[in-house]
Each structure stands twice: as C-alpha cells, then as structure tokens.
C-alpha cells in the first residue's frame, strides 16, 4: 500500500501561469481533501470531497479548482498562479464520513509550490 | 478568535522531560479529538485519537480531553530526540468529514 501520493513534489510557477496537482490513494476511502500550509497559519482547507461526484469548498476556496476523477484521484488545479498562492499543497484521504467513525485523515508526502 | 488555538512555541526540552501541549477550542460541537506529528518536510501522521473526555494512553503518548473545559492536551513521557517534529491538534463535530486543525506546536527535544 503506497497510501496517498501526492506529483510534483516540488513546483515553481511564474504569475499566471496554470498547473494541476495530483493526488492518489490506494485505500479505498470516500472523502479526499486539498490542504495548504502555511507558516503560523495551519493547514487550512482548500477543498474536500466527500464522495466521489461530489466537491465543496473550504476555508480557502478562491484561485483553485478541484475535479473529483474517480474514487482514488482527486486534482487541484491553479488557472492562473499568484505569488500569495506559494505554499505546501497536502492532500489527505478518510474512510467516510458518517456520525461515529473516526473520519482519520491520512496525509500525503506534500508539494511544495513557489509562484514567481 | 480562531475556533482552535494552539500556541505556536518553539518549546524546548531536554532528553528525558515531559512533554505537554495543548489547545484550547471554542466549538462544543467538537467530539472528536485527535493529535498529528509532523516532521520537516513530511505529511503529518497521526499519533492518537480519542473520541469525547477522558484519557487515552499509547506507549509515551497520554491524549486528555476536557469538554468542560474545551481543552485538550497532548503528554509525552521520557521524550527522545526523534520526538522533534511539529505537534497539531485536530478536532471534528459528530456528523462532519472535515477536521479543525490548530497551527502546530514545534517541539524540539535536546540531548
């Protein structure tokens, strides 16, 4: 089992160029997540999903797009990079998200995004 | 005010100490509570988990959860240098997939 692996591992981007990050995980769970980190401000989520056909917004939705490509691949997409948007990208992946399960999150190795 | 709040340190110890950190959270509708560790430049992992108050040991690892108090504490005994990582408490609410995170504590345990 690989878990959840995360391409490019690392980026750099010029302002306004665009570019997809790739996420996969090999252990059949429901709800995938699109996290940033940033220095003294956490993980914040992106985007999540839920189940596969479905993605809604996080915390910090604005300047990504998400698709949902299957049960195991979940994408996050920059149409047109920023500097503010210079970070590390984590994926996750849980089991489900009913009333009573512990809902663990498992994290990918991270891609680190530097916007010029 | 954030709905977790974890003070960001960097908090040094010697080989050996205890170890405790901690969050506070504002959100009653919080029952699940979790603990992760990351390392420099990885994901982060999770260390433990427990579901409303009480405690929960695992081998060095004390989780303790205080609903009254909307507190929650992490205690490492006889902490290693391997133990150096960035400690993030995490919580939920029953019926949500999606966790709250605090922005970590750094911990670095010194020979």
């Known amino acids: 089992n690989a878990g959840v692996t995360q391409t490019p591992k690392f980026q750099v981007l010029k302002t306004g160029q665009s570019m997809t990050l790739q996420c996969a995980q090999d252990m059949n769970h429901n709800s995938m997540y699109w996290y940033r980190q940033d220095p003294g401000m956490g993980l914040r989520l992106i985007y999540y999903?839920?189940?596969?056909?479905?993605?809604d917004k996080g915390e910090v939705p604005n300047g990504y797009n998400v698709s949902r490509l299957n049960k195991r691949e979940f994408s996050l997409r920059l149409e047109s990079a920023a500097p503010s948007q210079t970070s590390v990208y984590f994926c996750a992946s849980s089991g489900g998200g009913l009333a009573g399960n512990t809902d663990t999150q498992y994290f990918g190795p991270g891609t680190r995004l530097t916007v010029l | 005010q954030k709905e977790v709040e974890q003070d960001p340190g960097p908090l040094s110890v010697p080989e050996g100490a205890i170890v405790s950190l901690n969050c506070t959270y504002s959100?009653?509708?919080?029952?699940?509570f979790m603990w992760y560790r990351q390392y420099s430049r990885k994901g982060p992992e999770l260390l433990m988990y427990?579901?409303?108050?009480g405690n929960k040991e695992d081998g060095r690892f004390t989780a303790q959860v205080d609903k009254s108090s909307k507190y929650i504490s992490l205690f490492i005994r006889d902490s290693q240098p391997s133990d150096s990582a960035t400690y993030l408490c995490?919580?939920?609410?029953?019926?949500?997939?999606?966790?709250?995170f605090g922005t970590g504590t750094r911990l670095q345990v010194t020979l």
């Open positions: 999903s839920a189940s596969e056909g479905t993605t």
């Open positions: 427990t579901y409303s108050s």
């Open positions: 959100n009653s509708a919080f029952q699940y």
């Open positions: 995490a919580m939920k609410g029953g019926t949500a997939s999606k966790l709250t």
